[in-house]
């Protein structure tokens, strides 16, 4: 029994330190780089907004909904969008191992190794959507935005979540609190602000674009993608 209750206070403890030390290295971070990443969540919002418009309710980057679509789906029998749900999941953690291994074979070249890698995701799916299906370039997507999350690494975990922005608004409320008490930088939340804010112009940005070009909006997410790799060399040695 003791032995149950030590593990799981070294484990509350883990997480706590990993939290702690995420924190940190977010704000070790240079302007420079914490502006790269909030471009990149603003590309994330914007496939996502291109997903959710092409295909209904479904996300490329926010796989706490498509679980929910997922769930909801297996109970009430529409098997066809249990699997495009169940799709777009293992997608997703397809792009995350892919970026994972291509980011540790590559340390020195880490984020534009990873970046070229959403590129030519984002290009593929541009490529395809006009002959295929829809659901195939929207695994494309969901495979390009788990790939991202491999961009900024420390100790070999996600060191700055650039597609779920549930985290981010923790964040926001953790500094909040903190900056209430008198206790940390008392701006220390706005960095996260700014991801959330950064994701939302991409999303606003994308059901625009997509409104007036359809699937060829993809070509400019593989654009920015493009000139975002370029923009990632830039920010290679700032490691936090």
């Known amino acids: 029994m ?63 909904g498509n679980t929910t679509r997922l769930g909801v789906s297996l109970a009430t029998g529409a098997s066809n969008d249990a699997r495009i749900g169940a799709g777009l999941i293992l997608s ?32 593929g799916a541009a490529l395809f959507a006009p002959y295929h299906p829809v659901i195939v370039p929207l695994l494309l997507l969901a495979t390009a935005m788990g790939a991202e999350n491999g961009v900024f690494t420390r100790d070999g975990e996600v060191s700055i979540g650039l597609t779920y922005m549930t985290g981010a608004l923790v964040r926001i409320g953790q500094g909040l609190a903190a900056a209430l008490m008198g206790e940390g930088p008392r701006w220390d939340w706005a960095r996260y602000l700014g991801l959330w804010l950064g994701f939302g112009a991409g999303v606003i940005t ?35």
């Open 2 to 64: 003791r032995a149950d209750r030590s593990a799981c206070a070294a484990s509350a403890t883990l997480a706590s330190a990993r939290g702690i030390g995420h924190g940190r290295a977010m704000r070790r971070y240079q302007r420079s780089t914490l502006l790269f990443a909030a471009c990149l969540t603003g590309l994330a919002g914007f496939v996502d907004a291109l997903a959710y418009s092409s295909m209904g309710g479904f996300f490329a980057s926010f796989m706490s």
């Open 92 to 123: 997703f953690v397809s792009g995350v191992v892919a970026a994972a291994i291509i980011g540790r074979s590559r340390p020195h070249h880490q984020r534009v190794a990873v970046m070229a890698l959403v590129t030519l995701l984002l290009g």
């Open 206 to 240: 994308g059901a625009r674009c997509y409104a007036a070009y359809g699937t060829g909006a993809l070509w400019i997410a593989a654009g920015a993608a493009a000139v975002l790799t370029v923009g990632a060399r830039a920010t290679q040695r700032d490691t936090a």
